[in-house]
């Protein structure tokens, strides 16, 4: 299935802008990327799109690299120092790498970077040089990531004060090439508080306008002046990151040992098992269902008379339609994984969690005695210790106030989690009452939208963003809450989102279906989560179109990788991290 949205946007612009653009009939060339644009270029292109274009080989500009001195080479690089350095390299002895380089910088080059590429020998065969302008990821159709994990602990470490303004303008820059990847000039608004929240909307600002000025295009279109950008920090809302999501991509990517989005598993029936590696990708991970039920209905097959373990030979036997039993027994795996974990401890741990994030029981009762429910999980040697951790989270959240140090301690010690116990006390740092009568004492939880959908017992729990999301589009968000940088222009709606919880919210839409109306764009600083990222599908589903939500971060979070990063704020960070 061809990639949608973002990364058919972002795909786009590299096969056009890069690659065809200094293609020329029976001509061969070699792509040098480095790890950023890798990454780009890995989420929104196959490799076979980019032969297609005449290109030999792909490399990594940062290895060891035979020369092909015949050969021109197509440089998608960062303007950071180590790859311009590399680049330099390349050219500076007798006998060059290439035969001669086309450049184009995935954003903005300093001027300094620049000089040093105008006084090395590099000048004299560079036949292109660009800004592209694509400086983050399309990590789905919806969702951006900015690829940068150390983000979280430089804005809410006090061990990390150093770098933090140098992010903020990295960051700002990555986002200003989202919007002009989109074709977006939004009114940006930030959450009051948070002093990070306001700089990094005011530099985005700067950027935004830097961009516009080159591209004077950039937010034409009919309805574009309604698009915004709201940027938001992770405090805002700590429950989401903590709490057990039961919906296949979030607790694929919290139970199992996923790496870069790679599942290892090993295959089972007949013969020797093997090992398997499996990229997971938005585009195969939820269309499984849809093709089985395309699949039976081509081969004239009942549904409900026939179990995995028929549709599984029928496939072996037609080998025509060995790819998607490839993709079916991924998928199954995951399934699998996921439900023997949640069937072994997961079950009453949800309800518990549930019950404390929206501090009523399933039948809507306010929670009399949360103690009760939580003292036999932390007791419970089977537990996890992050598990227990996020239990005794949610109960300090619930409490509004934070609890008192000696009750904290209490709570530690019955858990036994002693050698993590600094999680807890770390999310201070992100702005969350912890211990009661402390320095955020006087910040209170946001007011909830009141929700009547039906949902799941053990799913009831909604991310604030997706209030946030809805209020926005509705033209109900605060303003005193949730100011402007610069005055926006009016708008006018009467839009009203309906919830689309769990219908489905993944569906695949065409890359152009939402030019032409306005776009919301969240980005959260510190790390986005899967039920955050699942809410931009539901509110965008819900206006019928008229409005697309887009969300990222500098980072995707599971909550493992959300409590090892808040572990190590009262650390200083190891530059390998």
């Known amino acids: 299935m061809a990639p949608s ?31 950023l644009s890798m990454r780009i270029l890995s989420s929104c292109c196959k490799m076979s799109d980019i032969l297609a274009e005449g290109v030999t080989i792909v490399e990594d500009i940062n290895k060891r690299r035979e020369p092909i001195a015949s050969l021109e080479a197509i440089y998608l690089i960062s303007p950071v120092a180590k790859s311009v350095q590399s680049l330099i390299n390349d050219f500076k002895d007798t006998a060059f790498t290439y035969k001669a380089a086309h450049v184009f910088f995935t954003d903005n080059c300093p001027d300094s970077l620049f000089a040093q590429i105008g006084r090395s020998r590099v000048a004299k065969v560079v036949k292109t040089m660009k800004e592209i302008n694509v400086a983050f990821l399309p990590y789905e159709s919806q969702v951006f990531s900015l690829d940068d994990p150390t983000s979280m602990h430089c804005f809410y470490s006090p061990e990390s004060s150093t770098g933090r303004d140098k992010m903020l303008e990295n960051l700002a820059e990555q986002i200003a090439t989202l919007c002009d990847t989109l074709k977006e000039y939004p009114a940006i608004r930030y959450r009051r508080g948070p002093e990070v929240n306001a700089k990094l909307a005011e530099e985005v600002y700067q950027h935004l306008n830097a961009h516009k000025a080159d591209n004077p295009s950039m937010g034409e279109g009919a309805d574009k002046a309604r698009s915004q950008l709201l940027i938001v920090d992770r405090g805002y809302d700590p429950i989401s990151p903590i709490l057990h999501e039961l919906t296949f991509q979030a607790m694929v990517y919290d139970l199992l040992d996923i790496k870069q989005d790679i599942y290892s598993y090993q295959t089972t029936g007949i013969g020797e098992s093997k090992d398997r590696k499996v990229l997971l990708d938005e585009d195969d991970e939820l269309k499984v269902t849809e093709l089985l039920r395309t699949f039976c209905e081509s081969k004239r097959m009942c549904t409900d008379n026939a179990n995995i373990k028929d549709l599984s030979q029928m496939l072996k036997k037609m080998p025509q339609y060995q790819k998607e039993l490839s993709l079916y027994s991924t998928h199954l795996h995951l399934a699998d994984a996921c439900m023997k974990k949640f069937k072994t401890s997961l079950e009453k741990l ?6 404390l994030a929206m501090g009523t029981d399933v039948e809507g009762q306010p929670l009399r005695d949360p103690m009760k429910s939580i003292v036999p999980v932390l007791l419970n040697n089977d537990i996890e210790p992050y598990d227990k951790i996020r239990i005794i ?38 702005g969350c009452n912890i211990i009661s009568g402390g320095a955020n004492a006087d910040h209170d939880p946001p ?3 009141m929700r009547t959908e039906p949902t799941y017992q053990l799913s009831r729990w909604t991310p604030v ?9 509705e033209d109900k968000l605060d303003r005193q809450q949730w100011p402007f940088v610069s005055n926006p222009a009016p708008i006018n709606t009467t839009q009203t989102a309906v919830s689309a919880r769990f219908g489905h919210w993944h569906k695949n839409k065409a890359p152009t279906e939402y030019r032409s109306g306005p776009r919301l ?27 697309e939500v887009l969300i990222g971060s500098s980072q995707i979070l599971t909550p493992t990788s959300y409590l090892n990063n808040v572990k190590a704020l009262d650390k200083v960070l190891n530059p390998d991290f």
């Open 465 to 473: 963003l997706k209030d946030i999301m809805e209020n926005a589009i």
């Open 447 to 449: 007011e909830r939208k």
């Open 393 to 430: 989270l949610l109960y300090i959240l619930h409490k509004k106030k934070g609890v008192a140090e000696e009750n904290l301690t209490k709570l530690i010690q019955h858990a036994n989690i002693q050698p993590d116990s600094n999680i807890i006390t770390n999310l201070q740092n992100l």
């Open 350 to 355: 949800c309800e518990v969690e549930q019950d």
């Open 521 to 547: 764009i969240i980005f959260v600083i510190g790390g986005v989560t899967h039920s955050e990222m699942r809410s931009a599908y539901e509110v965008t589903r819900a206006t019928d179109g008229k409005w």
């Open 5 to 35: 949205g973002l990364k058919a946007i972002v795909g786009e612009k590299i096969l056009s802008g890069v690659i065809k653009s200094v293609r020329k009939d029976g001509e061969w060339k070699v792509l040098i990327v480095d790890h």
